[in-house]
């Protein structure tokens, strides 16, 4: 949002820098974004295979199960 507004207000000013500089900054912002992406997902795939293999469902059912009683 910050650098929007820079790039707007730099349309008057014409700073050469600045117009240098923003591409590199939204390009290295959809990088880090696809690599957040990446992480969640391969978080998301170990949780769940982590899950499978320790029963946590079971685990979980069985916890729910014992707080009645």
Do not use: C, H, M, W
Request: aromatic fraction near 4%; charged fraction near 35%; avoid cysteine.
């Amino acid at each position: 949002e910050k650098i929007g507004k820079i790039e707007v207000d730099n349309i008057e000013l014409g700073d050469k820098n600045i117009e240098k500089t923003i591409p590199d900054i939204y390009q290295r912002t959809a990088d880090n974004s696809d690599a957040i992406k990446a992480l969640l997902e391969s978080f998301q795939d170990e949780t769940a295979e982590f899950g499978e293999k320790n029963n946590v469902g079971k685990l979980l059912e069985q916890q729910q199960i014992n707080s009645i009683k």
